[in-house]
């Protein structure tokens, strides 16, 4: 996959994900968009800012390169991905329903829900399920009977809903 998005002097303050070097990816920002000259398909030298305060400078003209299978310490960010201008703060049941819909993005809405102990999600009809490492108490005859007769999508994924 490549970067996604034509770059432009407009897309400065654009929240993007930041392939990187610690995480899979990390939120960043816009802070400076250089066109390359000549190049029609919108590629630039975008620099980029991460919360903790670093700046970055991915060349968007290069081909997204796979990270390299042992190691990928000391190899610079390859790559940037559309985030969605609205906090973080909150989850979708249904990831059909992100926006924008990309790999970082899944990541994020799984490991938001996961720390709230959300283990369940879904994309379309698909139920994806994470293990918690601990007992939570979502199981059980009454909520086997919450879900039992509704509609599918009444209620948060879980493996009782029909």
Do not use: C
């Not at 770059?7 to 392939?19: K, M, N, S």
């Not at 990928?72 to 249904?94: D, H």
């Not at 009977?145 to 509704?150: E, Q, S």
Request: glycine share 4%; proline share 8%.
């Amino acid at each position: 996959m490549d970067h996604q998005i034509r770059w432009d002097v407009h897309a400065v303050d654009t929240p993007v994900w930041l392939e990187s070097e610690d995480y899979a990816f990390e939120e960043a920002k816009v802070v400076a968009v250089e066109p390359i000259d000549g190049d029609e398909d919108g590629a630039a030298r975008v620099t980029v800012q991460t919360k903790n305060g670093t700046r970055v400078t991915v060349d968007t003209s290069r081909k997204a390169q796979a990270p390299k299978m042992r190691s990928r310490k000391g190899q610079a960010p390859r790559k940037l991905l559309p985030r969605s201008m609205e906090s973080n703060a909150s989850s979708v049941e249904n990831m059909d329903d992100l926006s924008p819909l990309n790999y970082a993005s899944i990541l994020s809405n799984v490991d938001y829900r996961f720390r709230l102990d959300e283990i369940y999600t879904r994309t379309g009809p698909i139920l994806i399920a994470l293990n918690p490492f601990k007992w939570l108490p979502i199981y059980g005859n009454d909520t086997m009977m919450r879900y039992k007769g509704k509609p599918y999508g009444e209620f948060p994924p879980h493996p009782y809903q029909e």
